[in-house]
């Protein structure tokens, strides 16, 4: 199926199809069914939709659309850190691989789609970038065993999990606030409708600022593979169509570099992963 996207055309929040040619606008449609992609992911109706574009010459071309993120208003919104081995590595304390994985939550707010600016804001130049994969639950459930943990998957995206990386030193046991300043972050460019675990359980995902790479590695080698969250995510909440987990970054991120380099306005930054797509993204500063 082709990927399915949302987007802001007309003045009006949109949704549709993404075809080689452009996107087929399939608002009209179904909007009276659908306000938006969480409640398609809801009803099952990802298939309903790419069918429906079949044959159909697009609406807009892929330059002319403000691109927004995939799932505007998720109940939740889950990130998985320290989710590589070389990455655990990175923090250079000794420590074998963790038991368990490290959570913390973000602010649907966040983010901005494909295209869009990520915002340095005034308090801080550090912002940072994080290329992930992202997983759109489908089907509602709780306690997930994992060998039933694709069957609530609807659908993958991309997402740079744009962080202020001085801030996120500011507590002692939590990120939150390092990683929820508004329009930090990105997810997009759409939804790939997920079929079976050879979209996801290796492939290569690559970060870029301005062409050069800065992190690259497969998703096989993931310390906690893309079941294991599912099932233990389900463990202490009830997952539900249209939650987004984000399921960690390679290493290679600004801190990280020697010296820091963080992202600066002009830059551009590029997330991509095999069978998903290139999430583009630049910087600017907030205007204040």
């Not at 949704?15 to 992609?37: Q, S």
């Not at 600016?117 to 997983?135: K, N």
Request: hydrophobic fraction near 40%; aromatic fraction near 8%; glycine fraction near 10%.
């Amino acid at each position: 199926m082709n990927p399915i996207a949302a987007f802001r055309a007309d003045g009006r929040d949109r949704y549709g199809v993404v075809t080689p040619a452009g996107i087929v606008d399939l608002t009209a449609e179904f909007g009276a069914r659908f306000a938006g992609l969480r409640e398609v992911v809801e009803a099952g109706a990802l298939a309903e939709l790419s069918a429906a574009a079949e044959g159909r010459q697009p609406d807009y071309r892929a330059d002319d659309v403000t691109w927004l993120p995939p799932i505007a208003n998720p109940e939740k919104l889950i990130c998985i850190g320290v989710n590589f081995p070389d990455r655990n590595a990175e923090y250079k304390d000794g420590q074998p691989q963790p038991r368990y994985p490290s959570m913390f939550v973000r602010f649907p707010r966040s983010f901005v789609g494909h295209g869009a600016p990520l915002i340095r804001p005034p308090e801080s130049v550090q912002l940072d970038y994080e290329g992930e994969i992202v997983i759109v639950i489908g089907k509602p459930g709780r306690r997930i065993a994992p060998e039933a943990a694709y069957d609530h998957i609807a659908a993958l995206s991309l997402a740079n999990e744009g962080t202020i990386r001085d801030w996120v030193h500011h507590a002692k046991f939590n990120v939150t606030q390092g990683k929820n300043w508004d329009r930090s972050g990105s997810i997009g460019p759409w939804l790939v409708p997920f079929s079976d675990g050879a979209q996801i359980d290796d492939i290569e995902l690559v970060t870029r600022v301005n062409g050069e790479v800065r992190q690259r590695d497969r998703t096989s080698r993931m310390m906690f593979d893309f079941r294991y969250i599912i099932s233990y995510v389900s463990t202490f909440t009830t997952l539900v169509p249209g939650d987004v987990i984000l399921c960690g970054t390679p290493t290679g991120a600004g801190a990280r570099q020697e010296p820091p380099v963080w992202l600066r306005p002009g830059d551009v930054i590029e997330v991509e992963a095999e069978g998903i797509g290139r999430l583009v993204n630049g910087v600017e500063d907030e205007a204040c």
